[in-house]
């Protein structure tokens, strides 16, 4: 080979490397990242890590690659405004807070609408066997306001037992609260799947909230305006992917579960168990806005404190960058 056939060829090396390494910028320069409460603990992410496994997000035309998760509340809230692609699934209370404090955030599609997640557990052979028990008693609830106690409190008032007569005490977390009731420093501990699941055979099931509450929205996609303004096709396809995730949930549970299992590292058995108890109170929307569910969870808030007055839901959702057969 020649010195000059041995330049051309470095040439050609050099330029093929430069075009990879292009690619592989403008690759990740059209990735993104959303952010999700509870992700990897909660039921809330499994549409999206289904999208991900199926390339429904890239089918609707955006590439989402990762989720960032957080313990909810105002935290989710502020990994959204801090990313690059501001969307988020977050708690009702939470987007409705961001509101009040001002922050342009608007509402842009539903995310799941049951309780069924939630239950209270007693330990093993309590002599408490129904919810009008817990009068005089302690129950061990995450935080004050948060959704644990939102959830007692409505549950509660559907059974006619006075709130004031139930000591509400606060844990810091769900796995706290069982060693609160494990240490008998409370009578009774809220619970969420799939940790339920995971520890059934250590405690006595009270009630689940499903069996007393209605359908209630209990999460919303979120977004700025600005980057809806800005970015509508991104966001149709984002709410587009989580769609078709959902819509792949019911029809093919199984796979789901075995994609709950893989991404949230939970024993098979019970990923299926924690999407089939979820199957039948039709937990996860399709993303449209149903307002009889959302005044359901704005009485839940007031009922604890968290809200006050009306919600204008006008003023904070649109449902345009909804599918068409959604906006209805």
């Known amino acids: 080979m020649t010195a000059q056939q041995s330049r051309f060829r470095s040439t050609r090396t050099f330029a093929a490397l430069g075009l990879a390494a292009l690619s592989l910028v403008a690759s990740f320069a059209r990735a993104d990242e959303i952010s999700v409460t509870q992700w990897g603990t909660s039921l809330y992410g499994l549409p999206y890590a289904v999208a991900m496994e199926n390339g429904l997000f890239k089918k609707a035309g955006i590439d989402i690659t990762g989720i960032l998760g957080s313990g909810g509340g105002g935290t989710t809230v502020r990994n959204i405004l801090a990313s690059d692609t501001p969307y988020g699934e977050v708690a009702v209370a939470a987007a409705l807070a961001a509101q009040r404090q001002g922050l342009d955030l608007v509402i842009v599609n539903i995310g799941t609408r049951s309780v069924a997640e939630s239950s209270v557990v007693t330990v093993k052979g309590s002599p408490i066997k129904d919810i009008t028990q817990l009068a005089g008693k302690k129950v061990a609830i995450t935080s004050p306001k948060g959704v644990s106690e939102m959830l007692l409190l409505m549950s509660l008032k559907a059974k006619n037992v006075d709130a004031g007569s139930v000591t509400r005490v606060a844990s810091g977390g769900y796995v706290n609260g069982l060693t609160l009731l494990d240490q008998k420093a409370v009578d009774a501990a809220v619970l969420i799947e799939p940790l339920s699941i995971i520890r059934k055979n250590q405690y006595d099931t009270l009630y689940k909230s499903s069996d007393l509450l209605p359908p209630m929205t209990t999460s919303v996609g979120i977004t700025t305006r600005e980057f809806a303004k800005a970015h509508p096709d991104k966001l149709k396809a984002i709410i587009e992917g989580r769609r078709m ?52 969870m704005a009485d839940a808030l007031r009922l604890n404190g968290e809200l006050q007055g009306n919600v204008d839901w006008a003023a904070i959702m649109d449902k345009s960058y909804l599918p068409t057969d959604l906006q209805k």
């Open 245 to 296: 995730g959902v819509q792949a949930i019911y029809g093919n549970p199984q796979q789901a579960a075995d994609i709950l299992a893989k991404s949230f590292k939970l024993e098979p058995v019970i990923a299926k168990e924690a999407v089939d108890n979820m199957i039948a109170p039709h937990m996860w929307s399709e993303g449209d806005f149903n307002l009889t569910e959302l005044e359901r």
